[in-house]
């Protein structure tokens, strides 16, 4: 067992990864990787450049029938005591789970396991213990102690490539197993076929297609190492293999120089070395040829790779300054990092990729991206990165979703797509808002005509969750659809949108058609009961109706009726008056955050975490609701909600974030509360002000304006807002318009120790309602 002590580990990092003094930290050096791998929040530690296409990082266990599939979604799981590999794709805070592929682990000596073990049982196989104290992650790099083998791992990775880096023991031979078999979210049969070879110079290439969240996703690898092949094995454990014509034997020779099968499983022997063994990875979509394309498309190894990859951390993190206490600088700057990893570059560097048809296309002036998690990242994530990432990116992720649509068989938006794959995971046609809300902000770079047919294609096709039904009796019917209440009010909020952008654009047919859609959430919505409710195609409102009750497959989805009731984004306004009026609204927010649950149970539920009341932070419908107070005219309880929300549902911890961290959506939304405004309505131009969590932040804008955040007096006690101006002029109003965020500028709060009754609270405060545009007030 080699076991490497804190003090040496500098020396073996290519950049600068030693603990720098709190006094000059920069955002770079106050990420902490580790913040979302215990508990729910499904982040991973591992090696990845802003929106890579690779994420090599550590799998600690890939096998559901060992530990339950869900806790591993990221691969790995903060509270596990082995690494099983290094796979070289990942999520970051997915809900559910896929990836994993072409799992890397260095084993030292003559024997050479070919099974990963039993975790409970130290030498059953090819898998190592690990210790915390010998872990190091910042972004775009990460590394370990296998003290099992004796191996030091460190990872690192460019925009197409991961490079993996090994030192052995002194004296002992050199192995790599390279395992095919191992995925996440495994299961029997999830491998369709699977090859590997060793080409004439040495490059080790393969391929694999999966049967798993996406259906049949194929993928491709290179592999290329700094030290030359001295022997090599693969063998198929599969027992009998018959697979497009091919059949043959389950079985393996080490004298094979590629192999075919479900089940494959390889050894690479590199001999004894005197320098770490280095590895560069890359895949594609396409082929292997253009996996070894994309090999060599980055120059240089390891420390090369890892300079350029911190420096386009620094940059990407940079633009967001922040002065607050250590605790909060952390979380708030690991949230930006988590924020900046999807939707990853997808297309090679000639521009290729496989696209929704299974056919491969050229990107020919955008990068194409991939992992759109729009139910959840069309919130605040995507909001974020128009602030904060340049606009050539954004108009990549417009382009992508367009070009999506145009190859797509069904001629739809993605909804929840990975590797070019549609999943038809959530509801909604949320790719709608994230394109309006782009161009009502001004981005261009895309044609807009062209993007508002496919919008209203995606809101037009029938076969799709009800929308033939919504179309016809302007609600999705329960005994039709499931989750029909969710996706009434869902569809309608994305109608808005549409009408939105139509009506910017001109295009008064379009704009007219999708408003009076937008107006849908009212045929769902019950005044007696005060809840969103699924009705039946008959018009009547499904019974029993219990609104705490939360089943998959219901009128809701991943919620119930306290959470979804308020999802009105473009009309709370309008909601408010169906309730009664605003100190109905206000009762009603009151209730659900101090809703006792003690006799409820929700563990068959597992993306419900993060109660307070009956408010779920852990899960996407209630992340805008505490900011609803302020529709009510009265903001301060909005500070109050937001200080209980933040206090107990973030930490600088391994289990520091509540629930999922869904691809960004929860970093962003303590992005954005801890500057002090929220996007609660994307398409409305509008930012509800809360109240801050730092101090002071900077942010600089895509046109390289900066705009400043200043917090005068903020402290535990200090948490209410007592004045706010606007470039030194005071702002009477609840919202930040988005023009004058781009402007540059300053937003100072004064911030004191009791409420503010008076502050924001006229009609002519509060922030957007579409039926009160309508009405003229």
């Known amino acids: 067992m080699l076991i490497f002590p804190r003090r040496a580990l500098s020396v073996l990092v290519a950049t600068s990864l030693v603990a720098t003094p709190v006094v000059a930290q920069t955002a770079y050096d106050s990420v902490d990787p580790f913040i979302g791998t215990g508990g729910e929040g499904h982040t991973f530690p591992g090696a990845v450049a802003p929106f890579g296409m690779v994420q090599v990082s550590p799998d600690t266990d890939t096998t559901c029938q060992i530990r339950d599939c869900y806790g591993h979604a990221a691969g790995y799981r903060y509270d596990d005591p082995t690494i099983q590999g290094f796979s070289q794709t990942h999520f970051s805070g997915a809900g559910h789970s896929d990836l994993g592929d072409f799992l890397i682990m260095p084993v030292a000596g003559d024997a050479v396991p070919l099974e990963p073990g039993d975790p409970a049982t130290p030498g059953s196989g090819y898998r190592s213990r690990f210790s915390h104290a010998e872990e190091v992650a910042r972004p775009g790099y990460y590394a370990v102690s296998l003290l ?165 951390w620094e940059a990407a993190l940079g633009t967001l300054e922040i002065q607050a206490p250590q605790p909060m600088k952390r979380m708030v700057t690991t949230a930006l990092y988590h924020a900046l990893m999807a939707p990853s570059i997808f297309s090679d560097a000639d521009g290729r990729y496989r696209g929704p048809d299974d056919q491969v296309h050229q990107a020919r002036d955008f990068t194409f991206h991939s992992t759109f998690s729009l139910w959840d990242t069309f919130r605040a994530e995507h909001p974020l ?72 294609k995606s809101a037009s096709y029938g076969l799709y969750g009800g929308l033939d039904h919504y179309m016809k009796l302007g609600f999705v019917p329960i005994d039709l659809e499931p989750e029909a209440a969710s996706k009434t009010v869902e569809y309608a909020y994305d109608d808005w949108t ?187 131009n509008e930012y509800v002000i809360g109240r801050p969590f730092v101090d002071r932040a900077v942010l600089t804008l895509p046109s390289g304006k900066r705009f400043s955040v200043i917090a005068d007096g903020l ?32 937003l100072r709060f004064t911030m004191r120790a009791t409420p503010d009754r008076t502050w924001g609270t006229s009609r002519a405060a509060r922030p957007f309602s579409m039926s009160v545009r309508k009405a003229g007030k």
């Open 385 to 456: 990165l128009l602030l904060v990432q340049p606009e050539a990116r954004n108009v990549d992720f417009v382009k992508s979703l367009l070009a999506s649509q145009q190859t797509s068989p069904f001629g739809i938006l993605p909804v929840w797509q990975f590797h070019g794959r549609e999943t038809w995971t959530m509801i909604g046609y949320h790719a709608v808002p994230v394109i309006a809300d782009a161009w009502l902000k001004g981005l261009r770079g895309f044609d807009a005509d062209v993007a508002l047919d496919a919008m209203v």
């Open 148 to 312: 099992d083998g004796g191996v030091r791992a460190e990872l690192t990775a460019g925009p197409r490539v991961g490079v993996h880096r090994y030192r052995f023991p002194a004296g002992k031979a050199a192995h790599l197993v390279l395992d095919l078999r191992s995925s996440l979210y495994n299961y029997p049969g999830k491998i369709l076929w699977s090859s590997v070879r060793v080409r004439a110079d040495g490059t080790i290439t393969g391929s694999r297609e999966t049967r798993g969240w996406a259906p049949a996703r194929k993928l491709f690898f290179a592999i290329r190492a700094n030290a030359p092949l001295a022997g090599h094995a693969f063998h198929n454990r599969e027992e009998k293999i018959s697979y497009k014509g091919f059949q043959g034997p389950g079985r393996g020779r080490d004298d094979v120089q590629q192999l075919q099968g479900r089940a494959l499983v390889g050894r690479l022997d590199f001999g004894t070395l005197s320098s770490p063994l280095e590895i560069k990875v890359a895949i594609s979509s396409v082929d292997e040829d253009a996996a070894i394309a994309n090999l060599e498309s980055e120059a240089g190894g390891f420390d090369a790779i890892a300079g350029r990859t911190k420096a386009a």
């Open 498 to 684: 549409i009408a939105r952008m139509a009506q910017a654009m001109g295009r008064k047919d379009v704009a007219a058609q999708f408003e009076r859609r937008a107006g849908n959430w009212r045929n769902s919505f019950d005044a007696k009961t005060g809840f969103l409710r699924a009705r039946k195609a008959d018009g009547a409102f499904r019974e029993p109706f219990d609104p705490t009750a939360i089943n998959y497959g219901s009128d809701y989805t991943e919620g119930n009726a306290w959470q979804y009731s308020w999802f009105v984004p473009q009309d709370q306004a309008g909601m408010f008056g169906l309730l009664g009026g605003d100190a109905a609204a206000v009762r009603k927010l009151d209730q659900m955050f101090e809703f006792d649950n003690s006799k409820l149970d929700y563990s068959h539920a597992e993306d419900i975490a993060g109660l307070i009341g009956q408010y779920i932070h852990g899960n996407e419908p209630s992340h805008h609701v505490a900011y609803l107070y302020a529709y009510a005219g009265e903001p301060w309880r909005t500070q109050e909600r937001l200080k209980q929300i933040v206090e107990s549902q973030y930490k600088a911890a391994p289990d520091g974030l509540s629930g999922n961290d869904d691809l960004g959506q929860m970093s962003a939304w303590l992005v954005f509360t801890a500057l002090g405004f929220y996007p609660v309505a994307p398409g409305s």
């Open 715 to 746: 402290s535990d006690a200090n948490s209410y807002v007592g004045r706010v101006t606007l470039n030194g002029k005071p702002l009477d109003r609840v919202y930040l318009r988005h023009e004058e965020l781009l402007a540059g500028g300053e």
